[in-house]
């Protein structure tokens, strides 16, 4: 079957940086992305890795190793509103990787503490 | 603000009743995808519509059903309600079902509770 891998918590202090790591098992893969929720929320877009290698957006970047399988989410300068859950996905695969259809990953929750 | 709006925000059934929860998206989004969510959980794919048509199902009974309308506007319904569907029901639209990561646009969500 399809599945992700993630942390279910991390914790870290205000101004630091924090990795949250994404492993993922598909039998096809068309690109990991990013979520982030607050407080079961609309999860909001932050990243999305097509192909190898980094990718940044202000205080987050997103790093994607294909060889590997694996992914994470890099979250600098951290601040108390980024305290949230943390979700990776991918697209499903069975469905030619059609857009919409989006397998996520058990998120992990981010504690940032002053 | 993604545009995708959802109703009711919250509600509590009973087992055995019937739900439905609706979702506006956003102008122009023509795919509409719904998503259950529950607590600590990510979230998991029911279906997707596309101008008014299923266009793929995940792993759902029968009793999770589906609607689509002209104007690209969407209904869940839920029959014979179990206490495990007591959850966080999202909806997400895009332009397409081929839409990438930073097209698809979530809704707050339904929160459902059954009793």
């Known amino acids: 079957g399809q599945s992700l891998e993630q942390p279910s918590e991390v914790t870290a202090v205000e101004g630091a940086i924090v990795q949250i790591n994404c492993t993922y098992q598909?039998?096809?893969?068309?690109?990991l992305s990013w979520y982030q929720q607050h407080d079961g929320g609309a999860p909001t877009f932050l990243s999305y890795?097509?192909?190898?290698g980094l990718e940044e957006t202000g205080r987050f970047s997103s790093f994607l190793s294909r060889s590997d399988s694996y992914g994470y989410l890099l979250l600098q300068e951290l601040q108390m509103k980024d305290s949230a859950s943390y979700f990776c996905?991918?697209?499903?695969?069975?469905?030619?990787?059609?857009?919409?259809?989006?397998?996520f990953g058990q998120g992990t929750e981010l504690s940032v503490k002053p | 603000e993604t545009g995708v709006t959802q109703s009711p925000t919250h509600l509590i059934k009973t087992r055995g009743q019937q739900v439905t929860l609706r979702c506006s998206s956003q102008?122009?989004?023509?795919?509409v995808s719904w998503y259950q969510q529950a607590l600590g959980q990510g979230p998991q794919f029911i279906f997707q519509?596309?101008?008014?048509?299923?266009?793929g199902r995940g792993n759902f009974p029968p009793r999770f059903s589906g609607l689509q309308f002209p104007n690209y506007s969407s209904e869940l319904n839920v029959n014979a309600l179990e206490l495990d569907d007591s959850a966080l029901y999202l909806c997400?639209?895009?332009?397409?079902?081929?839409?990438?990561?930073?097209?698809?646009?979530f809704g707050e969500g339904s929160w459902l509770t059954v009793v």
């Open positions: 997400a639209s895009s332009l397409s079902p081929r839409a990438s990561g930073n097209t698809i646009y």
């Open positions: 598909t039998s096809g893969f068309y690109g």
């Open positions: 890795n097509a192909l190898d």
């Open positions: 996905a991918v697209r499903d695969p069975r469905e030619g990787g059609q857009g919409g259809k989006l397998i």
């Open positions: 102008s122009g989004h023509n795919t």
């Open positions: 519509y596309y101008r008014e048509e299923e266009n």
